[in-house]
């Protein structure tokens, strides 16, 4: 039978939006500004690696990363981070979301600190330790999904839910835009102080000694914004839904928002619903009655997103050295490499990343969930078409623009859509008790397909001819792009599954102010 909800509850709903609102915003925020950084600032430093580490003198052309260490270097912290969303967010529904909060943050910057420190100055060694230290990076950063998900959707009123948690991702677009920054400003400062010959006139002294200080320090740079908001994360109090829903305790959970709110909230005269251990379960016929669609939805979109998206954000400089918009390796010192890298990607970030996840912050509670995720897909396929069909004569000299153009299109409806939906969606649809978890798990089915995508677009894209040296032959990288078409077009479709839940509070997308023998009423759309 259905059953009132909780004063405590009722005021965090109707709560209007105040500074602790924007407080929350940052603490969260600032742990997904540093994710973004971690996960991808590795992404611009892989050619210097491979120059660093890969060059042999007495070949023509500057070292490469071999295919297996550039897989692994670049999906080693992914991996970590699917294991971390799935351990993390059981754990924040088990421990509480505040208990673990601290701890991932703390191991991020720990983990990131340590992967700049990689041992010594052979290869075997320095990809040895870095890639063991990533992989435990992503761990921390495999937590920080469900956690600050999960706070921020408790925390927020449902009028502007969407737009609270859609800001706390949207920091991931300023992570990554601050990432290229700093590789921009490392790179330039080091290029000035130790002037090196291109490759073709002297191989050796092209890379010089310095460069391998270069990468270390932008790997470490991240870990200042992260422990920065340490003393505050510890000093948010636990989310009232897990206190009073889970933990039992509706006396604590109004005294707590009593003071974040900073006005008074009548005490329930009964408990909340505290989770037992004849409580329906994840597992459960209850849970798959009314959640095992919208379980089935959030992770299918989230899978299929990531595949393109990590594809697209993972090997953006690959891509642009394809299409010739940075100049030929041979042709550069490895810091101008990594300069024109740095700056190529600054300007995807600046132009199509960034002001996608803050359409979808300005947009998400007036046009909902579902319709953002809906175009966002039907944009990407629409675009990565675009790009596809005529790559031969995008490609040429003269014709880079109309290819960047489009490329940055795809990021920007990747951000104002599904990136941002696929993340807010899970922390608003499943109950207290699994919220954390159901959103790990949606979160780890995403890095799934970030993992497909990182390894996999590296070999497809490889010319059918003429791979490069240490790979087999590829579909080519304009196959490649359609194969990333037909991901977005199959998100496009399983989005249809997805329920809207703007305007609504959690206790009522989730139905836990419904009993066991109710008539279930589906969300829609």
Not at 251 to 277: P, Y
Not at 315 to 339: C, R, S, V
Not at 450 to 467: T, V
């Amino acid at each position: 039978m259905a059953t009132e909800q909780l004063n405590v509850l009722k005021a965090l709903d109707v709560a209007k939006t105040q500074l602790y609102h924007f407080k929350a915003v940052v603490i969260a925020g600032m742990g997904f500004f540093t994710d973004a950084y971690d996960l991808f600032c590795i992404a611009l430093v892989t050619k210097l690696l491979g120059r660093i580490y890969y060059t042999d003198p007495a070949l023509n052309e500057p070292g490469h990363l071999p295919a297996n260490v550039s897989a692994a270097v670049n999906g080693v912290a992914l991996c970590g981070t699917l294991a971390g969303q799935l351990f993390f967010g059981w754990l924040g529904d088990k421990l509480g979301r505040k208990s673990v909060y601290g701890f991932t943050l703390i191991l991020m910057v720990l983990c990131s600190i340590a992967s700049g420190l990689s041992l010594g100055h052979e290869a075997k060694g320095v990809m040895g330790t870095l890639c063991f230290f990533r992989f435990w990076l992503g761990f921390g950063v495999g937590g920080d999904y469900p956690l600050s998900a999960t706070i921020m959707s408790e925390y927020a009123n449902k009028k502007t839910r969407g737009t609270f948690i859609a800001a706390v991702f949207a920091m991931q677009g300023f992570g990554i835009l601050f990432g290229t920054i700093v590789t921009i400003i490392v790179s330039s400062a080091f290029r000035h102080a130790f002037p090196a010959p291109p490759f073709y006139i002297d191989a050796a002294a092209s890379i010089g000694p310095e460069a391998d200080y270069v990468w270390r320090i932008i790997v470490m740079f991240g870990t200042i914004p992260a422990a920065l908001t340490y003393y505050w994360r510890m000093k948010m109090p636990e989310t009232a839904r897990y206190t009073a829903l889970i933990a039992g305790n509706t006396k604590q959970a109004t005294s707590d928002m009593s003071k974040v709110l900073n006005k008074e909230i009548s005490e329930e005269n009964v408990q909340g619903e505290r989770a037992t251990g004849d409580t329906w379960g994840l597992f459960s016929r209850q849970f798959m009655k009314r959640h095992g669609v919208h379980l089935l939805a959030t992770t299918s979109t989230w899978f299929l997103l990531d595949v393109a998206f990590y594809s697209q954000n993972l090997f953006q400089k690959d891509i642009f050295t394809k299409i010739g918009w940075i100049p030929p390796a041979k042709t550069m010192n490895a810091l101008e490499e990594l300069y024109r890298i740095a700056r190529a990607q600054a300007l995807i970030a600046l132009c199509g990343t960034v002001p996608g996840y803050w359409f979808t912050v300005a947009f998400i509670d007036i046009i909902g969930r579902f319709w953002i995720q809906l175009m966002g897909f039907t944009m990407m396929t629409i675009f990565m078409l675009a790009i596809a069909i005529p790559y031969d004569y995008l490609v040429k000299p003269g014709h880079h623009t109309g290819f960047v153009v489009l490329y940055g299109l795809t990021f920007f409806f990747a951000n104002f859509g599904p990136n941002s939906t696929t993340f807010i969606v899970p922390a608003e649809i499943f109950p207290a008790r699994l919220r954390s978890t159901c959103h790990g798990i949606s979160a780890a089915t995403g890095k799934a397909g970030a993992i497909i995508g990182a390894f996999g677009f590296l070999y497809a894209s490889q010319d059918q001819k003429k791979p490069e040296t240490g790979y087999s032959r590829g579909i080519g990288m304009r196959n490649a792009l359609f194969v990333l078409a037909g991901t977005n077009f199959l998100g496009l479709l399983f989005s249809l599954l997805v329920p809207e839940s703007k305007g609504k509070s959690l206790e009522e997308l989730s139905k836990e102010n419904v009993g066991d023998d109710d008539t279930i009423v589906p969300t829609g759309v």
